[in-house]
């Protein structure tokens, strides 16, 4: 939890983001994942200062565990002084224990963010997904809460002015925009209505423009004029020659065989990520077998 201090921006966890979200559609199944069409409304999680501090606590922990598909566990929350913004402790269940930070007894509005989270992490530990390292569980853990739905509420806990600063969760303001956008292109979804956080709307339209880009890439039809040249030396320079072209970090897409060989390019999906492989021959229509999404491909 950022309190007052600086804030980091920008992706520097995106390809942990990115395999996050190849790992969610592993585990849970393409029928799964769209289970969660509906994210978690305002109003199911919303937390007022006249309402008591531990019944509203659980009244939200309470909403978060359904949105879940959690129905026999119970979150037993509290309040401690403490560096981070909350903890559970993942035991073997049903009740989990959640520690929030004191400071969220007097800023009651981003209890659902920090819930949500932890609620999270009881969702993976059931589903015994993880990523090794804390550092890139955590966000494995925050990349699943957004894109099923509940992630929201730690954006718009995102707040940033001259004399102050807030934002939960591991990513970056940026990286939670841009999970986001890729929910809402899935599931026809604009999480931006919610936002009560002006700074959290600018993250979340730098986020889905980032997203955009990742469906405009070659060999995609709706890749642009210098992204087609591009790809077109490479295919050039990979059919005349043994050594795959496009190893470079700045193109995402990757040759195979050649010389007597088919040519092939692999790149990945724009919606989960997975890796595709098609031959190269013009116009092709590929379908991810992760989660079934169609892409026009020119080759």
């Excluded at 929030?100 to 009651?108: A, E, I, P, S, V």
């Excluded at 730098?206 to 469906?215: F, K, N, V, Y």
Aim: hydrophobic residues 40%; aromatic residues 10%.
């Amino acid at each position: 939890m950022a309190n007052g201090g600086p804030v980091e921006h920008g992706y520097p966890h995106l390809e942990t983001v990115r395999a996050a979200v190849t790992a969610l559609y592993r585990r849970l199944s393409y029928d799964t994942v769209r289970t969660f069409s509906v994210s978690v409304a305002p109003a199911d999680v919303a937390f007022c200062d006249t309402d008591d501090l531990h019944l509203g606590a659980h009244r939200v922990a309470r909403e978060l565990v359904r949105h879940y598909r959690l129905p026999d566990a119970r979150l037993i929350v509290g309040f401690r002084e403490m560096t981070h913004a909350a903890n559970v402790e993942l035991a073997a269940g049903p009740e989990y224990f959640v520690e929030l930070n004191d400071r969220f007894r007097t800023h009651r509005r981003d209890i659902g963010a920090a819930l949500a989270h932890e609620v999270a992490h009881v969702y993976l530990h059931r589903l015994d997904l993880s990523f090794p390292g804390t550092r890139e569980n955590e966000i494995l853990t925050d990349t699943v809460a957004t894109y099923l739905g509940a992630g929201w509420l730690l954006l718009d806990a995102f707040r940033e002015d001259g004399a102050s600063s807030q934002k939960l969760g591991y990513l970056t303001p940026e990286e939670f925009g841009y999970v986001l956008a890729k929910r809402a292109v899935v599931f026809g979804e604009d999480p931006s209505v919610w936002f009560t956080s002006a700074q959290a709307y600018t993250a979340y339209k730098e986020g889905m423009a980032l997203a955009r880009r990742d469906s405009e890439q070659p060999p995609l039809v709706s890749a642009g004029w210098v992204g087609r040249r591009r790809y077109a030396r490479d295919r050039r320079y990979a059919q005349g020659h043994p050594v795959p072209a496009g190893a470079r970090g700045d193109v995402p897409y990757r040759f195979t065989a050649g010389g007597q060989e088919v040519l092939r390019v692999s790149f990945p999906c724009p919606t989960c990520h997975q890796r595709i492989r098609v031959p190269v021959r013009g116009r092709v229509r590929a379908r991810c077998g992760l989660c079934r999404t169609v892409l026009e491909c020119d080759t």
